[in-house]
């Protein structure tokens, strides 16, 4: 028989225990931001089939990104997918509206250890992959600046364009075009959720870019002076 598995959200805890079922969402089990409408009211759901914890968007529009953590594994969860919980913790984002959310899912039993490398720390494979300017990482930082400096789990605003221009003293010109380049380049190694198109927010491209960029450590807390530094940022796109 599997072992219980628990989720922690907003420094809480909900055990879920073998045959047992819990359901996260705007109305839910465990009920995350009763008032984002964007939110749905059951989107995704912890369940035991028969010997394996499973993660189930059970969504209709809304996906997530699931990482070990280490964000040496990195999945995109889109609505009626799902993934097996075998980490021994396992992190899931996902934006709703203006709101970026994450949680932390802990197993007691898990099924696989991420053995790193010894002569790489965890996530140095995907960073390394990913070559960025000095202005490029300049403005990941600054959208993910309010995930970055929010300690575990719980929810932060991702910022507007605008905002995130101002941050940096850019005009806003200057910022759309460095984010395309940023998106451009991650899409073409195959990060989904960043290619604009029919039906695809701006903001939604945003938090995406938030979500890989933080949970593949593409950048980090340690990361966040840049941002008041002297430097000047290289613009050799």
């Known amino acids: 028989m599997a072992s219980s598995i628990t989720v922690e959200y907003c420094g809480e805890w909900y055990r879920v225990d073998p045959g047992d079922e819990l359901v996260i969402g ?4 465990l009920s995350i ?10 989107f995704l759901t912890v369940v035991q089939v028969e010997s394996m914890w499973w993660l189930v968007n059970i969504g209709s529009r809304l996906s997530a990104t699931v990482t070990d953590a280490d964000g ?9 997918a799902r993934i097996p919980l075998v980490f021994p913790e396992t992190r899931v984002v996902f934006t709703a509206g203006p709101t970026t959310y994450d949680l932390a899912i802990h197993a007691e039993s898990a099924q696989f250890q991420p053995i790193p490398s010894e ?25 993910a ?30 910022f759309n075009r460095k984010l395309d380049n940023v998106c451009d380049k991650l899409d073409r ?11 695809k927010l701006a903001s939604n491209r945003r938090a995406r870019l938030v979500e890989h960029a933080v949970f593949s450590r593409l950048v980090t807390a340690e990361d966040l002076p840049l941002l008041d530094s002297s430097a000047q940022e290289n613009d050799d796109d």
């Open 33 to 42: 931001d009763a008032d984002n409408q964007f939110l749905h009211r059951r």
């Open 189 to 199: 190694m195959g990060v989904r959720g960043l290619r604009g198109g029919p039906g």
């Open 119 to 143: 002569d790489q720390p965890a996530g140095d494979s995907t960073v390394g992959a990913v070559p960025l300017t000095l202005s490029q990482k300049l403005l990941i930082l600054a959208l």
């Open 72 to 80: 040496t594994m990195q999945a995109w969860l889109a609505p009626e």
């Open 26 to 29: 705007r109305d839910a089990d």
């Open 145 to 174: 600046e309010p995930m970055l400096l929010r300690e575990g789990t719980g929810m932060s605003a991702v910022p507007t364009s605008a905002q995130a221009a101002e941050r940096l003293g850019w005009p806003r010109t200057k």
